[in-house]
Structure formats: structure tokens, C-alpha cells
């Protein structure tokens, strides 16, 4: 019986500490391969790692460069027509943060307040320790070359005690805004799941815990994620699939879920837009798809 009582408390202590993951059970489906509805008319977008839609302006579109670029979003129209500025006229876009190093910049998320979030999240090898969100207010596209942060979010993973870890499931690459609250999706290597956090304190005078509160078998790497402007839906990108979650009172894994197998380049990108969702890949193309061709799944 002391064996016994002893095995029970050793899985309850387990379940506590790592929490259940959450799966659904996919239907056969063949893989949708995507086609491009256009391709960026800009040379210098040429790792495509984000997208938001302005809830400012409209018809305008943020992306950046993945890491080893400089500290620059280009806005474009939903044609992925570059909005030029007058401050570098034909010859050259985008708008420089002029505070913020792109050590490795990933994902963008925007809030309803008119601000963009650039994620410097990357975290590929599980060393860093400075990671970080850049907080702009979502600038005129065609004005003025420049801006600024106007706050850092300074985090850290609290289950991570070594750097590097093992297991290599600290990367982020996935950042959305929903119900006044800031949320990250991991990006696991050592298994096919994502965690989701969630930031209680975005206070820039410290460095942040950021709270776990779910985990899916998502069967893939994160590489972007969107909520809907209510927060109801969020948008979830991997290499192979697309996943949208939909709960209002924002516990996504267990809510409605909805899925469809892709086949595309390496997309790396995801936002709403109205009825579609909109997806970017590191080789300069847009891809359009309606909502309603994913499949609920539970």
C-alpha cells in the first residue's frame, strides 16, 4: 500500500509540475498546397518572418527580416506593394527603429491601442538571456523613415534553469495580443509541442516572468501566430499545418479547434484579415485563405 500511495503522489506531483498537454485526434486529409496570390515588390523583404494588420491605417501591413537584418518593418498593401517614404523616396523603404537591435527579431503582434509589438524572441539554441519585445506606436507608412520604442519588455522563461536547456524547447517565434494581455507560443525542438504563456507584468524596469498556462501536440515547430481583434480566434502557424483556436474566454486548447494540413515554402508568417488569413513566406510571397476551408477537429 506504501508503494502504491507513494506512485500516486509521484504522478500527481508530475502532473503539477508539467501540467497536461493537450491533443486531438486528426482526420485523414490531404494536404492543401498553397498557391501565391502575390509577391513582395520590395528586394529588400527578403526573409519575410512576420505580419500584422494595422487596426491604424487602412489596407496597411507590417513585415520584417528574420535575424542577421538590420532594425527595420516595411509596410505594404494587401497587393505586397511596399508604402515608400518620403523620407527615402523610390530608392529604399521600411521604417528604422532607431533604439532597437535586431538580434533576432521573429514575429510582430498589435494591440488595439495602436501599438505594434516587434518580438526579439528568437532564441534558436535556448542561450539567450536577454530576450526582449519592442513596443512602437504603429507609425505613419509613407511619412518618415524613423521611430522609436516607446517601452522594452525585458522576459525569461522560468522553467529554463540552464543555458543552453535541455530540452531545446525555449525558442519563440509566435507572439499575438488578446483581452489586454500579451501571450508567446514556443517553438520545440525536442518534441512536436508548443507551450502557451501568458505576460502578467510587462514592466520595463525589470526582466518578467512570463506564465505558462497550456500545452498542445501541435505535431510541428510554431513559427507565427494572430488573435482576432475580440480576442475569440488566434491563428496558429507551423511548417506543415495552419490551426485556429477559438475561445472567448481565452483558454485556446480548449476551446473549438480547427485545422488544415499545407504544403507552401517556408512560411513563417500569419495574420487575419477579415474572413482569410494571410501567410508570408521567407521566400517573398502571400498566400490568402479563407477561414472556413479548415476542418474542426473536436
Not at 35 to 40: E, H
Not at 131 to 138: E, G, N, Q, S, T
Not at 204 to 215: A, H, W
Request: net charge negative; hydrophobic share 40%; aromatic share 12%.
Amino acid at each position: 500500500m506504501k508503494k502504491l500511495i507513494i506512485i500516486v503522489l509521484s504522478i500527481i506531483s508530475i502532473t503539477l509540475l508539467f501540467g497536461q498537454v493537450t491533443s486531438v485526434t486528426l482526420p485523414e486529409k490531404e494536404t492543401v498546397k498553397l498557391t501565391p496570390y502575390a509577391t513582395f515588390d520590395f528586394a529588400d523583404i527578403n526573409e519575410s518572418s512576420a505580419i500584422v494588420k494595422s487596426r491604424v491605417w487602412d489596407d496597411v501591413y507590417w513585415t520584417l527580416n528574420d535575424s542577421g537584418c538590420n532594425n527595420r518593418i516595411f509596410p505594404f498593401n494587401s497587393n505586397g506593394e511596399l508604402y515608400r517614404t518620403e523620407w527615402y523616396k523610390e530608392k529604399d523603404g521600411g521604417i528604422f527603429i532607431g533604439n532597437a537591435i535586431n538580434i533576432d527579431w521573429e514575429d510582430m503582434a498589435v494591440d488595439n491601442d495602436g501599438n505594434i509589438y516587434v518580438c526579439d524572441t528568437g532564441n534558436n539554441f535556448n542561450t539567450r538571456q536577454d530576450l526582449a519585445i519592442h513596443v512602437i506606436k504603429d507609425p505613419i507608412p509613407n511619412a518618415t523613415g524613423n521611430t522609436t520604442s516607446t517601452k522594452t519588455i525585458k522576459f525569461y522563461y522560468p522553467e529554463q534553469k540552464k543555458f543552453p536547456a535541455v530540452p531545446n524547447n525555449y525558442d519563440c517565434e509566435a507572439v499575438f495580443w488578446a483581452k489586454d494581455n500579451l501571450y508567446l507560443l514556443t517553438k520545440h525542438r525536442a518534441d512536436k509541442q508548443t507551450h502557451l504563456y501568458r505576460f502578467d507584468s510587462t514592466d520595463q524596469l525589470k526582466i518578467n516572468p512570463v506564465t505558462r498556462i497550456g500545452k498542445f501536440e501541435i505535431g510541428g515547430m510554431v513559427t507565427a501566430a494572430d488573435a482576432s481583434i475580440d480576442g475569440s480566434k488566434l491563428v496558429v502557424l507551423t511548417y506543415d499545418n495552419i490551426w485556429i483556436f477559438e475561445a472567448e474566454d481565452g483558454d485556446y486548447f480548449n476551446g473549438k479547434i480547427s485545422w488544415l494540413p499545407i504544403n507552401a515554402n517556408q512560411c513563417e508568417a500569419v495574420c487575419f484579415d477579415g474572413d482569410d488569413i494571410i501567410i508570408t513566406s521567407e521566400q517573398m510571397q502571400l498566400f490568402r485563405l479563407p477561414i472556413s476551408e479548415l476542418i474542426p477537429v473536436n
